[in-house]
């Protein structure tokens, strides 16, 4: 069945630095692929996302990169800064299925000052 | 507040009680998802509407658990005789249909969620 994995499970950087999340998935046709950032108790929150006929996809400090032959992705955070420190999931939408997403487990950013 | 709602935001029920949540969408977002989050793991699928017609239910979702959304609105999720396994954070979203053909790259937006806690 579908399967998403997402690594690291934590990372730790300096402010200042950059952070790499990568994540593989099973379902070679998915199409969407979403990252949600969640702060501790408060609800996912969409950051970015990018569509299979797109390679990469930029919003001011935060990227995706798409290999759909790989079948992965990955989310780059440049100048990381203490308000990027949360939970970020990765997601891939299930293509027998309208909608729905198989999600990563997590990967807990720690930005240390 | 436009956004996605839900009530409660926290619940404590003892094991073998019946417990209701209540999503409420985006107003103009037909689609609606129910989620399940455990601590460390990302959210898991348990149901899925368009409008009133719950179109996909997980096989996570046991038959102590029912959904409805009756008029094609608000949501709500029934668990029937709770048991420990069941507590959780558990999430709503919803979204309108993607643009183009390709219906399964909605952007969905989540609630805050309701932490249920069984003892």
């Known amino acids: 069945g579908e399967n998403v994995e997402q690594h690291p499970s934590t990372l730790s950087v300096q402010e200042g630095d950059s952070a790499v999340i990568k994540c593989t998935y099973s379902?070679?046709?998915?199409?969407?692929f979403p990252w949600y950032k969640q702060e501790l108790g408060k609800r996912p929150q969409l950051i970015i996302d990018?569509?299979?006929?797109?390679g990469e996809k930029k919003d001011q400090r935060i990227a995706v990169t798409l290999n759909k032959t790989a079948k992965h992705f990955s989310l780059h955070i440049t100048e990381t800064q203490p308000e990027d420190s949360a939970v970020y999931f990765c997601a891939a939408s299930v293509t027998d299925s309208w909608g729905k997403f198989q999600f990563g487990a997590g990967t807990q950013v720690v930005v240390t000052p | 507040d436009t956004g996605v709602s839900q009530d409660p935001r926290h619940k404590i029920t003892k094991r073998g009680q019946n417990v209701t949540f209540r999503c409420d969408p985006i107003s103009e977002h037909n689609r609606l998802y129910w989620y399940r989050q455990t601590l460390g793991q990302g959210p898991e699928f348990l149901t899925y509407?368009?409008?009133?017609?719950?179109?996909?239910k997980s096989r996570l979702l046991s038959d102590r658990f029912s959904a409805e959304r009756p008029k094609g609105s608000f949501s709500t999720l029934e668990i029937q005789r709770t048991e420990q396994g069941d507590s959780a954070m558990y999430l709503c979203?919803?979204?309108?249909?993607?643009?183009?053909?390709?219906?399964?790259?909605?952007?969905?937006?989540f609630g805050p969620g309701t932490r249920l806690t069984v003892l």
């Open positions: 979203a919803s979204s309108s249909p993607g643009q183009g053909r390709d219906q399964s790259t909605d952007t969905q937006y």
């Open positions: 990018i569509r299979s006929n797109v």
């Open positions: 509407f368009q409008n009133e017609a719950q179109l996909e």
């Open positions: 379902d070679s046709a998915s199409n969407y």
